[in-house]
């Protein structure tokens, strides 16, 4: 096929990428650590971690795993927030041949249980404040081995003690729960240091990630991430944002990068773009735990001339109108990155007047390790569209049947690369449905492609709702809607908002006169995770339909 977009990549930035003497991710990540032992590698809560000291401490938690009887290949969740203890143990796991299973650690029991039954993980690490979640629904699951991890841990001795006693006790974060059998983070690492690290024999073509989806609908799917497609995009990314390094315009390049990394780390796009980049490029990472607190997030990253800042646009935004933030030095701010969610022309034009770094945007998905698409690292104007395809990657426009689609037509975006995963976790079906014979890998996404190859998203093929950068699935929120008892039927739709992107509308018709909205909402919180709890709740006599009975969700969304 024609690749039109090569002409437009920046100077310097390679049509191809090779992953040259890497075998995994663990030849990636020795090399990191070998190569950059004496620099800070992580800071949490102001607490400093060394490459070494990430090298030393992921050594112990591999041991530990491995005298479990934990194999190659065997699955591990990690339940936690942007905290010291998740880039130890993901290392850990990696070097332990494991894969690692990530889970956001605000889910309610329900998608908790779905997803670690739906993944056989035989291991989890939680933050002891989601420790009850999975107490509810442990026995329903394969988890054999248990690790609570406290906000405390990896800080000092006092500092420590003190921050879990404020979290423990002053804002009572951490609900009462029993997991007996489970040990403490600090035990773990203390048995794992008498123990000897074996690394397990790793090839590119291994399992390293379950990374859940919904794809565009139905319930969460495992996207399966080998080595080679998570490798890929690390040295996608890497070619893509040099020529942004290497801006005459910011000087010269400073020794270490800083990366702020608010994104949730269990979310792909800061697992490669921050946690795994960082160790390729010997980077410092700004571990937030939480990015809405905005005044914990300038504190923690204000000693700091970051370079790198990823993010969605809801987050860009509350920045640049936050006074503490407006207030920091952005000199050495060279790569913006915004993804997971369409990033609004005003907010880009705020972000650069402020910090003199445009948001480069781009596109991906947990299938795609996640980048595929991006506009150019060097760019000062908003473009309106996702830009072009990566080093290595092709991007193609479907019709319906799957042919390709000429210039300026609009169809489905499909993508092929390295990155591309291998499939859905044990769903043949599904895979089938999504992969196309010639390599294909099918979006759901309906955009267009220019002259040029830059691609501009029109709309949604399936009726995926996205808000704050994640995936909410109309089905799954109707199913769980569908169970109470006063509801005769549903539809969820994604309508605008202005913080969030999108944000998720129910229309319900009664099934009992007396259901309130409000009596709906508390029904929510208790099923689903925050940010695909519905914003707005209308009550209506009926719902249009097709003339075989099926929901017409885009008139609900139009009307």
């Keep these: 096929m024609a690749h039109p977009w090569f002409e437009h990549y920046p100077e310097g930035v390679p049509h191809t990428i090779e992953l040259g003497s890497y075998t995994s991710l663990v030849s990636l990540i020795d090399e990191g650590f070998e190569q950059y032992a004496d620099r800070t590698a992580y800071v949490g809560m102001g607490k400093h971690l060394s490459f070494a000291e990430v090298d030393a401490a992921s050594r112990q938690a591999a041991a530990w795993m491995t005298a479990k009887g934990l194999q190659k290949g065997d699955r591990i969740a990690l339940m936690m927030p942007n905290i010291l203890q998740y880039p130890i143990v993901l290392a850990g796991a990696l070097r332990a041949g494991l894969v690692v299973v990530n889970v956001n650690p605000l889910y309610t029991p329900r998608e ?26 442990r026995e329903k699951t394969a988890v054999e081995h248990v690790v609570v991890a406290s906000m405390g841990d990896a800080q000092s001795a006092l500092k420590g003690a003190i921050v879990n006693f404020v979290v423990r006790k002053i804002k009572k974060m951490v609900p009462a729960y029993k997991l007996p059998g489970s040990i403490s983070y600090k035990a773990m690492m203390s048995e794992g240091s008498a123990l000897p690290y074996k690394p397990a024999q790793l090839g590119l073509d291994d399992l390293a990630f379950l990374q859940y989806t919904g794809g565009t609908t139905g319930v969460s799917k495992g996207a399966t991430l080998l080595h080679r497609n998570i490798l890929a995009n690390v040295l996608q990314s890497e070619a893509w944002s040099e020529p ?111 910090t003199g770094s445009p948001i480069i945007e781009g596109y991906g998905l947990s299938e795609t390790s996640p980048s595929a698409t991006c506009n150019p690292a060097d760019a000062t104007e908003f473009s309106g569209t996702i830009g072009v395809p990566l080093p290595s990657t092709e991007v193609a426009i479907l019709d319906d049947d799957g042919n390709h689609l000429a210039i300026g037509e609009t169809g489905e975006i499909a993508i092929r ?12 079906e599904d895979t089938a449905n999504t992969m196309a014979a010639d390599g294909y890998f099918k979006s ?12 501009r998203i029109v709309d949604r093929k399936k009726d995926m709702i996205l ?21 005769m039927e549903c539809a969820a739709v994604g309508v605008p908002d202005e913080r969030s992107g999108e944000a998720v509308k129910l229309f319900v018709v009664k099934k009992s006169p007396d259901l309130t909205a409000e009596e709906l909402d508390a029904f929510c919180d208790e099923q689903l995770t925050g940010y695909k709890r519905p914003k707005h709740i209308e009550f209506r006599d009926e719902l249009p339909k097709t003339n075989v009975g099926k929901i017409l969700r885009r008139e609900l969304r139009d009307s």
Aim: one cysteine or more; charged letters at 20%; proline letters at 7%.
């Design 467 to 487: 808000v704050s950068g994640f995936n909410v699935y109309p089905n799954e929120i109707e199913g769980v809607v569908q169970t109470h008892p006063k509801v």
């Design 444 to 455: 759901g996404d309906i955009g267009i492609m220019d002259e040029r190859g830059y691609i």
């Design 112 to 137: 908790l249980e779905h997803q670690l039954k739906d993944s056989g993980a035989k291991a989890l690490i939680v933050l002891e404040n989601f420790a009850a979640t999975f107490e509810e629904v």
């Design 244 to 354: 942004a390094m290497t801006n005459p315009a910011r000087g010269p390049a400073p020794d270490q990068s800083v990366y702020v990394c608010a994104l949730p780390l269990y979310h792909i796009f800061a697992l490669t773009v921050c946690c795994l980049l960082g160790i390729r490029k010997g980077a410092m990472n700004v571990l937030i735990p939480n990015p809405r607190d905005l005044p914990a997030l300038v504190k923690e990253i204000s000693p700091f001339k970051i370079t790198h800042f990823p993010a969605v646009n809801t987050l860009y935004n509350a920045l640049v109108n936050h006074e503490g933030f407006r207030a920091l030095d952005f000199s050495e701010l060279r790569v913006s990155n915004g993804g997971g969610m369409a990033v609004q022309e005003a907010v880009a034009t705020e972000w650069f007047e402020l």
């Design 417 to 428: 690369g390295p990155q591309v995963m291998d499939g859905y976790w044990q769903r043949p």
